[in-house]
């Protein structure tokens, strides 16, 4: 296990933002720091924030949400940034999570139903199939395929969802995995999602307070469990064996382009 000194970069209503770069590799080396960013949502981006994204050298900022969430909070246009649109779950049955989540769970009906829904507990069932499907739906498959690929031509990217958790948190895992990274460290980054969002939303508790609902019924939903992330390695395993294996067989990533990534992003 190692300690990279996480960064906590500032924004003012950008959440959940870091760097991936510093995490050790088991063959001594590390990630390269400054050229992979992870993030929730962007599209709140006051205009300091927007000028410290750009101050962080970006070329590409890939967003690995739905259409829907898109249309409804679009990404903000920054200057010598190309943004590119990867729907991970567009093949799910399930409908992702609205742009106005804090006005939706604030709703007395809506949150009566939901309580309803969740009171059994199956919240975090619901999230471990979600996990699965982002390694075996094919429209995650493409996403993540064009995600990576274009990682290689990449001076400094970031890749985001709605709550830069789900989506992004398995692109992250995945690609921090191929990259050598030690597995409880992957899985520090990928719980760091709990510091640094559920602060930003607890609004949304309070929301869901008022309007009548126990708050703890949505923390499976809106926060990340280890167990979630083991159902994705779980998939991974059951389907491809390794997480190579999952790059080259399902991703359509070679051998010699995972090289090339470790090479681009490891020092």
Known sequence: MTDPTVERLEFTAVANLRDLGGWATTDGRRVTRGRLFRSAALDRASDADRG???????????????????????????????????????????????????????????????????ADGSGVARMVESYRELVNLPSALASYRALFI???????????CTAG???????????????????????????????QFL?????????????GGDPELLRPLLGVRADYLDAAFAEVEQLFGTVERYFAEGLGIDDDAQAELRERYLV
Not at 150 to 160: P, R, T, Y
């Open 199 to 211: 602060p930003a939303i607890a609004h949304i508790f309070d929301g869901f307070a008022a309007a």
């Open 52 to 118: 410290t994204l750009v101050g962080l050298g970006l070329r590409s900022i890939y967003d690995l949400r739905s259409i829907a969430e898109t249309q409804a909070a679009p990404d903000p246009v920054l200057a010598g940034v190309v943004g590119i649109h990867l729907d991970v779950v567009a093949d799910a049955q399930s409908i992702s999570a609205p742009a106005n989540l804090d006005k939706v769970l604030s709703d007395p009906e809506t949150v009566a139903l939901a309580s309803e829904k969740l």
């Open 165 to 195: 958790k789900d989506r992004t948190g398995w692109a992250a895992a995945s690609l921090l995995t191929l990259l050598g990274v030690e597995r409880d460290d992957v899985y520090r980054d990928y719980l760091l999602t709990n510091e």
């Open 150 to 160: 274009g990682l290689l031509d990449d001076d400094a990217a970031l890749f985001h």
